[in-house]
């Protein structure tokens, strides 16, 4: 194996004779990581690698590339408005904190308007909190005269109690669950709690604070 002129390197084989043109490719195949059928016959078109010899035989099908090479699929954008009206959707998220607020919290829990944007947040001292919150969000938001008509969130125990579901129906609120261990379909709030922490962390950085502030 030489370095070639253009950075890449230059690997000579042995060609590989088959009885089979089927079972070259296959074997060519498994030799190289399991690497797609277009693009082990591009690397003998441009004379990449030397010694591949191919024929126009299709590749065997290989349980194992099924399950390795199994991605999800793309989430849609978290940037991407759904709504056509303030507080039409509303996206929910509770965030704990390592350290302890000087306040004792170590919970906060946040509010966004999917139309808008605009985020309310509220530190909680227990998870059991999270519907006072919604209570005092609802009576900060109804001046705009819109009233809410969704609420998206993760099934974490504080959004599927039974209180709090009532609540929901005597509001003739929607309550929108995410699937369990899909998190990215409450990418808004989650982006926002990133977004909070790291704001945080990096003003107490530059203060000099330690992180009990």
């Known amino acids: 194996m030489g370095a070639r002129k253009d950075k890449l390197f230059h690997l000579d084989c042995d060609s590989l004779i088959c009885e089979s043109a089927t079972l070259a490719i296959d074997l060519w195949h498994q030799c190289l990581g399991h690497l797609n059928q277009t693009t082990l016959k591009k690397l003998q078109q441009d004379n990449v690698v030397s010694g591949i010899n191919i024929s126009a035989s299709e590749l065997s099908f290989y349980q194992g590339c099924t399950e390795g090479k199994a991605t999800r699929k793309p989430f849609k954008s978290v940037s991407e408005i759904r709504s056509t ?75 599927t109690s039974k209180e709090f579901k009532d609540y929901l129906k005597s509001q003739k609120i929607k309550q929108e669950l995410t699937s369990a261990e899909y998190p990215e379909q409450n990418g808004i709030s989650e982006r926002m709690n990133r977004t909070l922490c790291e704001s945080a962390r990096t003003m107490l950085r530059h203060a000099g604070l330690p992180k009990k502030f």
């Open 85 to 159: 009206r303030r507080l039409e959707l509303i996206h929910s998220d509770v965030c704990y904190m390592d350290e302890q607020s000087l306040a004792g919290t170590h919970y906060f829990v946040t509010f966004m308007d999917d139309y808008s944007r605009c985020c309310a947040l509220y530190f909680i001292k227990r998870k059991s909190e999270v519907l006072d919150k919604l209570k005092v969000f609802q009576a900060e938001t109804a001046p705009y005269g819109e009233k809410i008509g969704a609420l998206r969130s993760d099934r974490g125990g504080e959004y």
